[in-house]
C-alpha cells in the first residue's frame, strides 16, 4: 500500500480540480493537459485502490500501469496493463472497481471527469478524442476476455507478447516492463507455467530471450500463428 499522499495542487486554468492524489506532482501541464494535473509515481506506488472515490480519470504520458483486484480466496487477477496514450479510471459508479499500480516509474495526468464533461460541452474534438480512447480500452477488454476464454497456455503467451511488441511500437525486440508474476497474474497462469511456456517459445526458436526481460521476436508469422 501506498504511504505518500499526494502534493497535488490545482493548475491555473482548472480551479475546481484540487482533490488529494497520490504521488508527486510534476510541471503543470499546458494545451490539453491544462485540464489536469500532472503527476508522477515510483515503481508498485498505488494510484488509486480498490474501493476508493473514483472522481478522476487518468492518461499514462511514460511509464507502465497496471490495474489489479484481489479475488475472495486472496488471489490477484490483473485485468490490464496501459502503456503511454491509454486512459484508465473510467468506472460506472462512484467508486473504483480495482485497484492501479505502477509497474514502471510512471507519469499521468489526472484529469477531474466532472470538469472532463464540462469541457466536452464546449469542445466536440475533446469528446470525440475521449470517445477513441474509450472504444481503444474497450476493444482491450475484449481481447483480454477472449484471451482468457479460448487460449491455452502457449496461445496467451504468445498473444501477449505479440501485443506488447504492438503496444510499445518496439518491433522485434520486446522489453518487458513487468515480472513475470505479473505477466501470470494477467493471463491466468502460474508463475511455473509462465517460466515453462517461454521456454518452449525459445526451444521452438520463435523467441531468443535475453536476461529476464528482453525478448527478440524471431519468427513474427509462426508467433502470430500460435496466438491466433
Keep these: 500500500m501506498l504511504t505518500q499522499?499526494?502534493?497535488?495542487?490545482?493548475?491555473?486554468h482548472q480551479p475546481d480540480i484540487a482533490l488529494?492524489?497520490?504521488?508527486?506532482?510534476?510541471?503543470?501541464?499546458?494545451?490539453p493537459r491544462a485540464f489536469g494535473i500532472?503527476?508522477?509515481?515510483?515503481?508498485n506506488m498505488e494510484i488509486y485502490a480498490e474501493g476508493e472515490p473514483a472522481g478522476h480519470v487518468y492518461k499514462v504520458v511514460s511509464g507502465v500501469v497496471r490495474i489489479s483486484k484481489l479475488l475472495p480466496d486472496g488471489r490477484r487477477q490483473i485485468s490490464a496493463f496501459h502503456t503511454p496514450g491509454d486512459m484508465f479510471g473510467f468506472e460506472a459508479d462512484d467508486l473504483h472497481n480495482a485497484s492501479a499500480e505502477?509497474?514502471?516509474?510512471?507519469?499521468?495526468?489526472?484529469?477531474?471527469?466532472?470538469?472532463?464533461?464540462?469541457?466536452?460541452?464546449?469542445?466536440?474534438?475533446?469528446?470525440?478524442?475521449?470517445?477513441?480512447?474509450?472504444?481503444?480500452?474497450?476493444?482491450?477488454?475484449?481481447?483480454?476476455?477472449?484471451?482468457?476464454?479460448?487460449?491455452?497456455?502457449?496461445?496467451?503467451?504468445?498473444?501477449?507478447?505479440l501485443d506488447?511488441?504492438?503496444?510499445?511500437?518496439?518491433?522485434?525486440?520486446?522489453?518487458?516492463?513487468?515480472?513475470?508474476?505479473?505477466?501470470?497474474?494477467y493471463l491466468g497462469l502460474t508463475l511455473e507455467t509462465i517460466s515453462r511456456m517461454f521456454a518452449e517459445l525459445k526451444e521452438r526458436g520463435v523467441i531468443k530471450l535475453e536476461g529476464a526481460r528482453r525478448v527478440h521476436l524471431l519468427d513474427l508469422e509462426r508467433l502470430a500463428a500460435m496466438g491466433a
Excluded at 131 to 147: D, W
Excluded at 175 to 182: G, I, N, S, T, V
Design 5 to 12: 499522499i499526494a502534493h497535488a495542487a490545482p493548475l491555473p
Design 20 to 31: 488529494a492524489l497520490r504521488g508527486k506532482r510534476t510541471d503543470a501541464a499546458s494545451g
Design 38 to 43: 500532472a503527476m508522477s509515481f515510483g515503481r
Design 102 to 161: 505502477a509497474v514502471t516509474p510512471v507519469k499521468v495526468i489526472a484529469y477531474k471527469w466532472q470538469s472532463l464533461l464540462s469541457a466536452g460541452t464546449r469542445s466536440t474534438s475533446l469528446v470525440r478524442d475521449l470517445l477513441n480512447l474509450t472504444m481503444v480500452g474497450l476493444r482491450h477488454t475484449q481481447e483480454h476476455l477472449l484471451l482468457l476464454g479460448r487460449k491455452n497456455a502457449l496461445e496467451r503467451v504468445a498473444a501477449f507478447l
Design 164 to 185: 506488447m511488441a504492438k503496444r510499445t511500437k518496439t518491433g522485434s525486440v520486446v522489453e518487458l516492463a513487468m515480472p513475470r508474476h505479473d505477466i501470470a497474474d
